[in-house]
């Protein structure tokens, strides 16, 4: 059993940088690949960044790092050059199995959610 506790997010203006944070814990926890998904309202639960590549969606590819420090057993999500776009509920994810092709049905384990909202 994986247990991950998110943190960060909140209101940004356009351009601005925030960062999240997924710390693990639970057995064998720090051998999981975690990734970053988002879901707007009213739209379906979208692939952001995984930790292994790392491996970027293309909305995000060059603003968006994601990043472990495995000391803490936290995975980052550094979130520049906000745009309004990038509104949404970001959740981290674990598994213990590497998908080419990341999708949320492939994930056991998830955080609680957090919201990011970019005003224009």
């Known amino acids: 059993q994986v247990q991950l506790v998110q943190s960060g997010g909140g209101l940004a203006q356009a351009g601005a940088s925030l960062r999240l944070s997924c710390a693990a814990s639970g057995r064998a926890s720090s051998t999981y690949v975690i990734t970053w998904f988002r879901q707007a309202p009213g739209t379906v639960r979208e692939f952001v960044a995984t930790?292994?590549?790392?491996t970027y969606a293309d909305s995000v590819k060059g603003r968006f790092t994601i990043e472990r420090d495995s000391a803490k057993n936290t995975v980052y999500l550094e979130m520049n050059d906000l745009k309004p776009e990038d509104t949404a509920v970001y959740y981290c994810a674990a598994t213990t199995k590497y998908y080419t092709d990341p999708h949320p049905s492939q994930y056991l384990y998830w955080g609680q959610g957090t919201q990011v909202a970019v005003s224009s």
């Open positions: 930790i292994l590549g790392p």
